[in-house]
């Protein structure tokens, strides 16, 4: 059964971002049947506790013994604290396990991501879920995921900023040590700052071609996903 997880970040309600990730998850949902799995999480409205002692300890052990099962791994935590800790993660790791589509809602800050997602990822990541050195394989490859950007400025060859996009790349680079970038599309909307920043007004219908190209690629990628493709949305 084809399954989709939808995560924003943006503390913002009426988010570009927020936009786009929930017209992709409307395009999937009537593209699939209607009990095929759906988990909404908001990093924005329930911040993930950032990584402490107690997981690090545990994923040290985890490192040091070389442990890839996952099972094995689930049961590592040995005091009150660690375990306490190792639910929040699990958590999240189960969440992103289940699904085979994640669809992620990044605004770009400060050139890179919201501090909420980098908490996110960094309670996600376990030594097990980084891909075999061997194979290039862990538990997450294959999944389709789509990450779903929103910028107040633009960062393609030519603008001013062209080379300070620390945001996609990094995100590339990250995913790549889980087996998340084996399937990985990124729909960037630039220039949203034109809607309120008066010396940007004059980008204001780049603004929303960046919009609408990336609406009409989140429906397309969505409707693309899972066994119906070319189902009506
Ligand atoms: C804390 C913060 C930092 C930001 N840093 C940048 C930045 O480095 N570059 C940029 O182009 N826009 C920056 N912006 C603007 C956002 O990227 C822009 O408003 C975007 O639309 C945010 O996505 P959202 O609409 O989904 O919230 C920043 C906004 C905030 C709130």
């Not at 943006?10 to 699939?32: L, N």
């Amino acid at each position: 059964m084809p399954s989709l997880l939808h995560i924003d970040s943006s503390p913002r309600p009426d988010s570009v971002t927020r936009r786009v990730t929930a017209e992709f998850a409307a395009s999937w949902r009537a593209a699939h049947p209607d009990d095929a799995p759906y988990t909404y999480r908001d990093l924005a409205a329930a911040p993930v506790p950032h990584i402490d002692a107690d997981q690090v300890a545990i994923m040290h052990r985890l490192e040091s013994t070389g442990v890839r099962d996952l099972g094995v791994a689930r049961d590592a935590a040995g005091t009150p604290e660690e375990k306490a800790s190792w639910a929040v993660a699990w958590e999240l790791i189960d969440e992103v396990l289940a699904a085979d589509t994640v669809v992620l809602g990044v605004p770009m800050h400060n050139f890179s991501v919201p501090s909420t997602f980098k908490a996110w990822f960094d309670r996600l990541v376990i030594p097990p879920l980084v891909v075999d050195p061997g194979t290039g394989m862990g538990p997450l490859s294959g999944k389709k995921v789509v990450v779903i950007t929103a910028r107040g400025g633009a960062y393609g060859p030519g603008a001013p900023r062209h080379g300070f996009d620390f945001q996609e790349p990094h995100l590339r680079a990250a995913f790549g040590m889980v087996g998340f970038a084996d399937d990985l599309t990124f729909l960037n909307s630039e220039l949203t700052k034109s809607a309120h920043v008066p010396r940007l007004a004059g980008f204001k219908e780049m603004a929303a071609a960046s919009l609408t190209a990336a609406l009409d690629s989140a429906r397309d990628l969505a409707g693309a996903t899972g066994d119906r493709p070319g189902a009506d949305r």
